[in-house]
Each structure stands twice: as structure tokens, then as C-alpha cells.
């Protein structure tokens, strides 16, 4: 399995309908999309700044939250997301130990 962040905002028609019915749309749609792919919800929560949602989700691979995000764009309640990568501070330093192993033979163009 594989965590990712998804941060998503929201179009002006889909705040508008949140207003008119307020419910928690991060943790109700969230869950299930995530579900449907595969995957485990971690949580949910809306921010402030460029975007107005986050989800943090646990999925078999990177092709499953393609697939989650394709299909939450498609739906037409938001205008724009973005789906990054997270690793594990276990993680992190795997990558860094490659790193040094790469450094030792990569030569940059000059």
C-alpha cells in the first residue's frame, strides 16, 4: 500500500450547494472514493489557501490514486486537485541512501 495526499478546491456551484446543504462532503465522498479504489482512509479535513480540501489515503499503488483522483475530477464538483506522494521517515532515508549510491556515478550535463 501506498499513501498519498489529495488536495482538491472546490468550484464556486459546488460551495454554493455545500451552503444551501451543509454536510461533511471531505469525509462522506472522500471515504468512498478511496474505498472504491481500493484503498483506506486515513482522513479529511478542509483548509484555507489554494486549496480547500485535503485527504490523506492509503491505496494498493500509484495506478489506484490515478484512478481516484481521474474519477473526483470527472464528478464536476471541483475545479482543480493534486495527488502527492508521502513516504515514511523509514522511507525517506531508504531514499537518501540511494541517493548517495546515484550521486557516486551520476555525471550532469555541463
Known sequence: MALFMYQFAYTPESWAAQIKNP?????????????????????????MGEYDAVII?????????AG?????????????G??????????????LKKAGGVAKTYQPAR
Do not use: H, Y
Not at 82 to 95: C, H, I, P
Open 57 to 65: 489515503c492509503d491505496v494498493p499503488n500509484i495506478e489506484s490514486m
Open 23 to 47: 454536510q461533511n462532503r471531505v469525509e462522506k465522498v472522500g471515504r468512498a472514493a478511496v474505498e472504491a479504489a481500493g484503498g483506506k482512509f486515513i482522513g479529511g479535513w478542509l483548509c
Open 68 to 80: 481516484l483522483s481521474l474519477a473526483i475530477g470527472a464528478g464536476g464538483a471541483i475545479k482543480s
Open 82 to 95: 493534486k495527488s502527492t506522494a508521502l513516504m515514511t521517515g523509514e522511507q525517506g532515508v531508504e531514499a
